[in-house]
């Protein structure tokens, strides 16, 4: 099993960047489809992006151009780089692990725009 781990969040005004990192420790770590899901408050949680174990990806329509998922199987390190945020991207950003048999969440990482 993996424990992933996220990291980067924080405070970012309109039109910045910021890129997440998310560090799975444990063991096969590139079998496992890693993605990025957020929750905002008062919504439910969504996904944001996937990679899956070779490398294809899957965004929501609303991050579509703008964020893009990577995965470094040398490192155990999946990453989510955000372009262009708005303040409609606030919310926890949460590093998902799963197989078709298990599913492993990390604690999250506060990301907010605002001016």
């Known amino acids: 099993q993996v424990q992933p781990v996220e990291s980067g969040g924080g405070l970012v005004q309109p039109g910045g960047s910021l890129r997440l990192s998310c560090a799975a420790s444990?063991?096969?770590?590139?079998?496992?489809?890693m993605a990025w899901y957020r929750q905002a408050p008062g919504r439910q949680r969504e996904l944001v992006a996937l990679?899956?174990?070779?490398?294809?990806?899957n965004y929501a329509g609303s991050v579509k151009g703008r964020f893009t998922i990577s995965r470094d199987n040398f490192q155990n390190t999946v990453y989510l780089q955000m372009n262009n945020l708005t303040p409609e991207d606030t919310a926890v950003y949460y590093c998902?692990?799963?197989?078709?048999?298990?599913?492993?969440w990390g604690q999250g990482t506060q990301v907010t725009v605002s001016s």
């Open positions: 998902n692990a799963r197989t078709p048999y298990s599913a492993y």
């Open positions: 444990g063991s096969g770590f590139s079998s496992y489809v």
């Open positions: 990679i899956t174990t070779g490398g294809g990806t």
